[in-house]
């Protein structure tokens, strides 16, 4: 196996040493103990029982930081999948879940395996802040319920979720909201106050001791679920039904595509605060490998957490042993303190997701979105609103359409081509094309930029005028910094449509990826071998023997 493909804890153990172990120690436990309320709230939000939140941020946090290219990652169950995890749940019960989970952990492995790790960072930035956005929105959404202490039943969908909520605010406990108030503003003052001890795990356990001392009549862990088995999670084959392969695929691909994004956005925040670089593809790899196996212990589906991740990172961890820490601290609490989680309050989870909701939305970079150019704006209002009012999977699939459609828009744009005269501008500078004038019998233009499907109707310059051009066209091409198979044939039809007209076509200068290109496709067939030359002067010599041929 090359260096490329070890995992950085790997890399790492080979010089690691007792303050390293000590510092990530302390990291990890740290860590841990955030990560504790949030994958039980995230579980709870979920549709799921609590424990899946914490089976699956053992298991994953483990084998992510173990196998993963990160430094510093932290992985386990994050508001990205809230809604989707819900949705499949409702739709095609746990054990559809756990073939969808599975499903996108072979994708992640497939997509790390290829090397489309570097492909994700292509997607733009409105596409990914319409995502986080709209997901922040539907956590929030799917809290209230909780944080008021409400017992009516909450439709699915957000319209209608917000309508029955909005009804049925008035018949909130008093009990509940003022604890989950509490808890929210425990969580301000204290990042504030104390930033270096986690506010999470303070707000959660000062909610727990006040329902228990105080005996506050309000929803536990208990009384909806009956509390959590203590113990080591059982190792269970999860039932496969092929007949749901088909239906399962979209939201797979969905899981998949989340996961990849958030982890290595995970990765890239980690590695400026941490002053690293990540192998984007071995962190897919164990993504994926993460997602299979954390479905066998019960587990939900997982990705790179970006506030536990920031947390490992400012707590002095140096190595991923802080990560393995961190799981082994969620195994260690589940194993001893199990029972107590019965008493603690739903209403403080909800309200530690309202604040997990308002961090993860990227509301800052609304304000950037806004002073951009009106289609980055709709892609990012297009993005929102799906991802809203409509479906996540929708949401994606619509997004990395735009994705490619912005791309495409944006790259054709920096493409031209245009009519060569003896001193031509470019990027402010004169240009002179050799020392003498070019002869009438000579027409030349110049690709400058990607020639690109999407920019080769810009060919139209030249095809559209051809009873205007000269005897010999020739095509200045060192300007052209790629070509692809749509560029390719759009040449060879200028060159075809030339010689109907009774005129010649010369290509030169063309770099090393286009002449490549076009040497595997034989496109020396359309023009001939000796048209196609190196060079601008060689292109005229070739252009004056061919205007006397012409000329007997």
């Excluded at 890399?11 to 172990?21: E, H, Q, W």
């Amino acid at each position: 196996m090359t260096n490329r493909w070890l995992p950085k804890s790997v890399v790492l153990l080979r010089t690691y040493s007792g303050d390293a172990f000590v510092a990530d120690l302390l990291a990890g436990v740290t860590v841990g103990l955030v990560a504790l309320p949030l994958a039980m709230a995230f579980a709870i939000s979920s549709g799921v029982l609590p424990q899946s939140g914490l089976y699956c941020a053992i298991v994953t946090g483990f084998l992510v930081s173990a196998l993963g290219g990160s430094r510093f990652q932290i992985a386990g169950p994050t508001g990205a999948f809230v809604v989707v995890v819900a949705g499949i749940v409702a739709n095609y019960g746990i054990d559809g879940l756990f073939m969808c989970t599975m499903m996108a952990g072979a994708l992640l492995v497939v997509l790390g395996a290829t090397g489309m790790g570097n492909a994700v960072k292509f997607i733009p930035r409105p596409v990914v802040v319409g995502f986080t956005n709209g997901i922040a929105v539907l956590i929030a959404s799917t809290q209230i319920r909780d944080f008021l202490g409400l017992t009516v039943p909450v439709p699915s969908d957000f319209w209608p979720r917000m309508t029955t909520l909005a009804r049925n605010a008035g018949s909130f406990s008093v009990p509940a909201t003022t604890l989950a108030v509490i808890t929210v503003a425990v969580l301000l003052v204290w990042r504030r106050v104390v930033p270096r001890v986690p506010g999470y795990i303070v707000a959660l356990f000062g909610a727990t001791v006040a329902v228990v001392v105080l005996r506050l009549p309000v929803e536990t862990i208990g009384t909806r679920f009956g509390g959590i088995p203590s113990g080591l999670p059982h190792i269970v084959v999860p039932k496969f039904r092929a007949d749901l392969l088909p239906t399962l695929l979209r939201p797979a691909v969905t899981v998949a595509m989340l996961g990849a994004i958030e982890s290595l956005m995970s990765a890239v925040v980690a590695d400026r605060m941490g002053n690293d670089r990540h192998n984007p593809n071995v962190e897919l790899l164990a993504q994926g490998i993460a997602n299979i196996a954390s479905p066998l212990f019960g587990g939900l589906p997982a990705t790179g957490a970006i506030a536990r991740t920031g947390t490992n990172i400012r707590s002095g961890a140096r190595t991923p042993v802080a990560g393995m820490i961190h799981a082994a601290t969620l195994l260690v609490v589940l194993l001893v303190a199990a029972p107590a989680a019965r008493f603690i309050p739903l209403s403080a989870l909800a309200a530690i997701l309202l604040v997990v909701a308002y961090n993860v939305g990227d509301w800052r970079e609304i304000p950037e979105l806004l002073k951009l150019s009106k289609m980055d704006i709709s892609v990012w209002i297009v993005t929102f609103a799906l991802t809203v009012f409509a479906d996540l999977t929708l949401a994606v699939e619509v997004g990395m359409i735009l994705a490619m459609l912005l791309f495409i828009r944006k790259v054709s744009q920096t493409t031209t081509v245009s009519l060569v005269t003896p001193a031509y501008v470019e990027a402010g500078r004169v240009h002179i094309l050799q020392d003498k004038k070019i002869p009438d019998y000579v027409s030349v233009f110049r690709i400058h930029g990607p020639f690109l499907f999407g920019a080769t109707d810009k060919i139209s310059r030249i095809v559209d005028h051809v009873a205007e051009l000269a005897p010999i066209v020739i095509v200045r091409l060192r300007n052209m910094t790629a070509i692809d198979a749509t560029g390719l044939r759009a040449l060879e039809d200028l060159a075809d449509g030339l010689h109907q007209s009774g005129r010649e076509l010369i290509l030169c200068g063309a770099p090393k990826q286009p002449a490549a290109l076009m040497h595997q496709a034989e496109f020396h067939e359309h023009v001939g071998e000796l048209n196609i030359c190196p060079n601008i002067e060689a292109a005229l010599e070739r252009a004056a023997e061919i205007y006397a041929l012409i000329a007997r």
